[in-house]
């Protein structure tokens, strides 16, 4: 969804959240009554930044779902840094993935991620 210590949305991360909206919809949610969206980062650099970074990240995407019709009102965007990793350096060491500074950016790229958690009404 993000580049290395970038908020922006790549055209990939877009994309999947163009398609959640899609398969609401394809599910029969007519509208979205709660959404919280939750921002992380991989465990490179300072916990401080990183946990600034990780909010940018989640208010980015919050951005991007209101801009596509979401009502700003049931949106929630929060930040939790480098905690709740997918994977780690000491995960990315063991196989083989980091034996440069780019290979392990590229392996821990799975950390660098928002989650979101909705609810909605649903067409019977």
Do not use: H, W
């Amino acid at each position: 969804m993000f580049a290395f210590g970038s908020a922006q949305l790549t055209p990939v991360g877009q994309s999947r959240l163009d398609n959640m909206a899609t398969e609401a919809r394809q599910a029969g949610i007519t509208s979205v009554t709660s959404m919280t969206i939750v921002g992380y980062t991989d465990p490179l650099g300072s916990e401080a930044s990183n946990q600034t970074l990780s909010e940018k990240r989640a208010a980015v995407v919050r951005d991007y779902v209101i801009s596509k019709g979401t009502p700003a009102s049931v949106v929630r965007a929060e930040g939790r840094g480098e905690t709740q990793l997918k994977v780690t350096e000491a995960d990315c060491k063991t196989k083989g993935e980091a034996k440069t500074r780019q290979a392990l950016i590229a392996c821990l790229a799975p950390n660098r991620r928002v989650e979101i958690s909705a609810t909605g009404v649903q067409s019977k």
